[in-house]
Every structure is written in structure tokens, then in C-alpha cells.
């Protein structure tokens, strides 16, 4: 069994920076795929970003390309995300997830471990 821990939300200004982490525990997750969706009030679950399990593929939804950054330390089962000039819409709670395969998937389906979110607030 896998547990997430999501790490690095916040309230800030919109334009600031922040890095969000996640840290997995239980067994390695190194081989696996990884994604950060994210849920805004009132709003169905959106993908964020998504990277493989050796970290050499990301993928970004649209609205946070250029912006969002994901990458994975293997040798420390962590993930992170950095989010730059952040924006009033960019508030949710994020959630970070692993797949069972290891290639970069955007679907949240194909998602099977879930940490339990970080609230990022961005005020304008």
C-alpha cells in the first residue's frame, strides 16, 4: 500500500511562486507514473501535470504550461511541483497521484494511489 503526502500549499499573492511536494511511502515508487490533478470549488477534478516513472517525459495541461513545473527525485520518493505567476484561477486543492504503469498518463483513471490534497489559494 502506497500513502501520499502532499506538502506546500498556501495563501499567496497571485504572481508568487510555490513549490508543492509530495512525498510517498509504503513501498518505492520509482517505476511509476505520476500526475498532480488539481479541484476548484464547484468545479470537476482537472489534470495538472504528469511525468514518467524515470522522469524524462512531462506532460502539462494547457492552462499551466510555461508556468508549472513537475519533477520526481526517485532516490527520495518525492515529486514536486513548481508553480510560477500563479494566478487567482490556479486556487484548488491539489492532489498528487501515482499510476500502477509507469509511462506518463494524463487520465485520471489511470491513476491508483491519491494523497488526500494541499489547498493553494492564490488571491489577486
Known amino acids: 500500500q502506497v500513502q501520499l503526502v502532499e506538502s506546500g500549499g498556501g495563501l499567496v499573492q497571485a504572481g508568487v511562486s510555490l513549490r508543492l511536494s509530495c512525498a510517498a511511502s509504503g513501498r518505492t515508487c520509482s517505476s511509476n507514473g505520476m500526475g498532480w490533478f488539481r479541484q476548484a470549488p464547484g468545479k470537476e477534478g482537472e489534470f495538472v501535470a504528469a511525468?514518467?516513472?524515470?522522469?524524462?517525459?512531462?506532460y502539462y495541461a494547457d492552462s499551466v504550461k510555461g508556468r508549472f513545473t513537475i519533477y520526481r527525485d526517485n532516490a527520495k520518493n518525492m515529486a514536486y511541483l513548481q508553480m510560477r505567476r500563479l494566478k487567482p484561477e490556479d486556487t484548488a486543492v491539489y492532489y498528487c497521484?501515482?499510476?500502477?504503469?509507469?509511462?506518463?498518463?494524463?487520465?485520471?483513471?489511470?491513476?491508483?494511489?491519491w494523497g488526500q490534497g494541499t489547498q493553494v489559494t492564490v488571491s489577486s
Open positions: 511525468i514518467s516513472w524515470g522522469g524524462s517525459n512531462t
Open positions: 497521484a501515482y499510476s500502477e504503469g509507469g509511462r506518463l498518463t494524463w487520465t485520471m483513471t489511470s491513476y491508483y494511489w
